[in-house]
Nanobody, 126 residues
Framework: QVQLVESGGGLVQPGGSLRLSCAGT????????TGWFRQAPGKEREFVGA????????SYADPAKGRFTISRDSAKNTLLLQMYNLKPEDTAVYYC???????????????????WGQGTQVTVSS
């Protein structure tokens, strides 16, 4: 059983940056495929990006490409999401998730991820 706890959200102006963290306990994050999702008010939860269990492969949704970067800090057992050039449409609750069964490729589907954090709010506004 893994517990995931996100942090780092907040209010940022358009064009600003934030780094989200997802601390894991109970499992070593770097041994599993993990990802970030977000959910804006009134919308479905959507894929942001993910990193393979090996760390050698990442995948991003189109809105995140070129602006967001996923990485891991193995020493802290933490998944990171660095976000640059934030836009108002990035406003959402951001969730980290673990796909503990996948060994090949990455999934963009929420149903494939079996562990979730509680989320952290990101608000982009002037």
């Amino acid at each position: 059983q893994v517990q995931l706890v996100e942090s780092g959200g907040g209010l940022v102006q358009p064009g600003g940056s934030l780094r989200l963290s997802c601390a894991g306990t109970g499992r070593t994050i770097s041994l599993y495929s993990t990802g970030w999702f977000r959910q804006a008010p009134g919308k479905e939860r959507e894929f942001v990006g993910a990193i393979s269990w090996s760390g050698g492969y990442t995948s991003y949704a189109d809105p995140a490409k070129g602006r967001f970067t996923i990485s891991r800090d193995s020493a802290k057992n933490t998944l990171l999401l660095q976000m640059y050039n934030l836009k108002p449409e990035d406003t959402a609750v951001y969730y980290c998730a673990m796909d503990s069964r996948r060994r090949i490729g990455l999934s963009e589907k929420t149903v494939e991820y079996d562990s979730w954090g509680q989320g952290t709010q990101v608000t982009v506004s002037s």
